[in-house]
């Protein structure tokens, strides 16, 4: 009789789904598909309550692999340290690199998961692993995660023509930025930095025509200013006041294409007092002073 660890397996579950795509399809459509060639699916699937799953690679997979889990527990391996894993938490692995992961045999994890391929798909992993400083990190819950796993899965079920590959994988992208750019899917959060920032920054569009230091910014969020920057920098990688110009540009160039208004005009609609100084900015941030952007601009209508 089979102790309980003999029982691992690789597949095999009540309620599993999973597509592997064949390689004849991935060779037709995605490998020479300019569209998609950067990041495409190659398997994905959904084990629920996966007692016994195990899987070791050690010399890695020919794919990207990232596993979401939703409830239970269990354990990976990556880069000679094991992490447990925690329902919210995922991993991903690059290609080529060893690793093992394992449920837990008392409380099996619910993980939804995919193979993919492409620079693109590359690029992404890394920004993970940067952001987060390990390959194993976790993000709150959101509907539209999983809705974006569904239509994918589901479009797969529907056959492998080239326009349903192309679509699938042009939500792809979508669904892998929903854990690199977590904050950004998740709504009513409250009291953390990414919540902070993105106050001041609806601040600083709603008043754009206003003189906005970086104490009003951080007075704003009940915050020191050596603290509010090192938090603003973090998340966006721009100083706040910086920051503030580009959007005080941006809203600068709709009134260049798409009114008369006097560039002196202009540089008070954004809350710049100095007409000469709002020239040089713009010249700095755009490449071109305010009036050839507009001669520019009215060229191409």
């Known amino acids: 009789m089979k102790s309980e660890k003999e029982k691992f397996k690789k597949d095999g579950f009540d309620g599993q789904k999973a597509i592997v795509l064949p390689k004849s399809v991935i060779n037709k459509f995605c490998v020479n598909n300019?569209?998609?060639n950067k990041a495409f699916i190659t398997d994905v699937g959904y084990y629920p309550r996966a007692r016994f799953h195990y899987r070791e690679r050690p010399h890695g997979a020919e794919q990207n692999i990232l596993i979401y889990c939703v409830e239970g527990s269990g354990y990976v391996s990556i880069d000679k340290k094991k992490h447990t894993i925690y329902p919210g938490d995922f991993f991903v692995i690059?290609?080529?690199?060893?690793?093992?992961y394992e449920t837990?045999?008392?409380?099996?994890?619910?993980i939804y998961w995919c193979h993919f391929k492409g620079e693109q798909s590359d690029e992404i992993i890394e920004q993970i692993r940067l952001k987060y400083g390990s390959l194993k990190a976790s993000v709150s819950f959101t509907d539209i995660r999983l809705e974006l796993f569904n239509k994918l899965y589901q479009?797969?079920?529907?056959?492998y023509s080239y326009e349903n590959i192309s679509y699938v994988n042009?939500?792809?992208?979508?669904?892998l930025a929903t854990f690199l750019?977590?904050?950004?899917?998740?709504?009513?959060l409250e009291g953390n930095d990414e919540d902070l920032i993105e106050k001041t920054?609806?601040?600083?569009?709603?008043n754009i025509d206003q003189s906005i230091t970086l104490e009003k910014l951080s007075k704003h969020i009940n915050t020191s200013a050596s603290h509010y920057c090192a938090i603003f920098k973090k998340k966006t990688g721009?100083?706040?006041i910086e920051y503030l110009n580009h959007l005080k540009i941006q809203m600068a160039c709709q009134y260049l294409q798409f009114t008369d208004s006097r560039i002196k005009e202009i540089a008070l609609k954004v809350g710049i007092d100095d007409q000469y100084y709002f020239s040089r900015l713009f010249t700095k941030t755009m490449g071109f002073s305010p009036s050839e952007y507009r001669d520019q601009r009215k060229a191409v209508k």
């Open 170 to 175: 042009l939500i792809l992208p979508q669904f």
């Open 238 to 240: 721009f100083p706040p």
């Open 94 to 100: 690059p290609s080529g690199k060893a690793h093992a």
């Open 34 to 36: 300019s569209l998609i």
């Open 201 to 206: 920054i609806r601040y600083m569009q709603e």
């Open 104 to 110: 837990d045999l008392k409380n099996p994890w619910t």
């Open 155 to 159: 479009n797969l079920e529907n056959g």
């Open 181 to 188: 750019f977590s904050d950004r899917f998740v709504s009513n």
